[in-house]
């Protein structure tokens, strides 16, 4: 078998692995909402959107779309529960 077909067979494999060997560290994404367009961003394990119900929940739909398409890459986001004093 030639390089480059062990290449490709080689980069199938890691593909098919994909949940033990990838490991995403950061990334920026625009999402098209249905609404409106929005910035999704993840980084060192946190996640981010200029959405306003994030703003409220620490997640939202936009960053749970990009979890589902990640899979195991990523830590899922916390959801944020107020303290009722």
Same mark, same amino acid.
């Given at each position: 078998m030639d390089s480059?077909?062990?290449?490709?067979?080689?980069?199938?494999?890691?593909? #098919?692995?994909?949940?033990?060997?990838?490991?995403?560290?950061?990334?920026?994404?625009?999402l098209h909402g249905e609404n409106a367009?929005?910035?999704?961003?993840?980084?060192?394990?946190?996640?981010?959107?200029?959405?306003?119900?994030?703003?409220?929940?620490?997640?939202?739909?936009?960053? #749970?779309?990009?979890?589902?398409?990640?899979?195991?890459?990523?830590?899922?986001?916390?959801?944020?529960?107020?303290?009722?004093?």
């Amino acid at each position: 078998m030639d390089s480059a077909a062990s290449r490709i067979l080689k980069a199938r494999q890691y593909a #098919m692995e994909r949940d033990q060997r990838v490991r995403v560290h950061s990334f920026e994404v625009e999402l098209h909402g249905e609404n409106a367009n929005h910035k999704v961003s993840y980084e060192d394990s946190t996640w981010h959107c200029d959405c306003e119900e994030f703003g409220l929940r620490g997640v939202c739909s936009h960053v #749970m779309a990009m979890e589902e398409i990640l899979g195991e890459s990523v830590e899922p986001a916390q959801l944020v529960v107020p303290l009722v004093p």
